[in-house]
T-cell receptor
Framework: EAQVTQNPRYLITVTGKKLTVTCSQN?????MSWYRQDPGLGLRQIYY???????DKGDVPEGYKVSRKEKRNFPLILESPSPNQTSLYFC???????????FGSGTRLTVV | LAKTTQPISMDSYEGQEVNITCSHN???????ITWYQQFPSQGPRFIIQ???TKVTNEVASLFIPADRKSSTLSLPRVSLSDTAVYYC??????????????FGQGTELSVKP
């Protein structure tokens, strides 16, 4: 089944403890991206990648890192999480010119 | 990328056709229009995409006038399960700009029995 898989689905962590949210797609898509969704603020793009080793900042990149060492994986790294990074995170992938992004099921992160 | 403007909310009844209009005045020649549906706590789901005129698939139609400054998503005969938030986005067909997508506030559609 074609899909984008995020892990974990839920995560509670403490301020300053580094964490990684994984994202993997099995559709050989070149484009991948990360979004966060907050009440009243909608979906905001954090980072995106157009291919292996090619990444760029979205609208809210501060406090996040990404890497794209393999085509199928695009992990989101929070080096020192803070409470304002408590949010619902989505990973997505697409092929250039292909119709539509496929989104993962989401990761609900709570930083206390 | 062009910003989009759409109604914050809409109400409808089961069996009716729903039309949601989106404004994207600054759309560029290499931009396309795409629509997504999102249910609470789920990732957005792609509905339809187009460049000009009309596009139809099994769930919706997309109407784009000649000036491309707006677009209308048409959902035929909605049911309760169509209650969701609908997002209109503008994306770029240029390869090194294609990764960036900007979501607006979306339209919260409520379908009543």
């Amino acid at each position: 089944e074609a899909q984008v898989t995020q892990n974990p689905r839920y995560l509670i962590t403490v301020t300053g403890k580094k964490l990684t949210v994984t994202c993997s797609q099995n559709m050989n898509h070149e484009y991948m991206s990360w979004y966060r969704q907050d009440p009243g603020l909608g979906l905001r793009q954090i980072y995106y990648s157009m291919n292996v080793e090619v990444t760029d900042k979205g609208d809210v990149p501060e406090g996040y890192k990404v890497s794209r060492k393999e085509k199928r994986n695009f992990p989101l790294i929070l080096e020192s999480p803070s409470p304002n990074q408590t949010s619902l995170y989505f990973c997505a992938s697409s092929a250039p010119g292909h119709y539509g992004y496929t989104f993962g099921s989401g990761t609900r992160l709570t930083v206390v | 990328l062009a910003k989009t403007t759409q109604p914050i909310s809409m109400d409808s009844y089961e069996g009716q056709e729903v039309n949601i209009t989106c404004s994207h005045n600054n759309i560029a020649t290499n931009d396309y229009i795409t629509w997504y549906q999102q249910f609470p706590s789920q990732g957005p789901r792609f509905i339809i995409q187009g460049y000009k005129t009309k596009v139809t698939n099994e769930v919706a139609s997309l109407f784009i006038p000649a000036d491309r400054k707006s677009s209308t998503l048409s959902l035929p005969r909605v049911s309760l399960s169509d209650t969701a938030v609908y997002y209109c986005l503008v994306g770029s067909l240029i390869y090194n700009q294609g990764g960036k997508l900007i979501f607006g506030q979306g339209t919260e559609l409520s379908v009543k029995p």
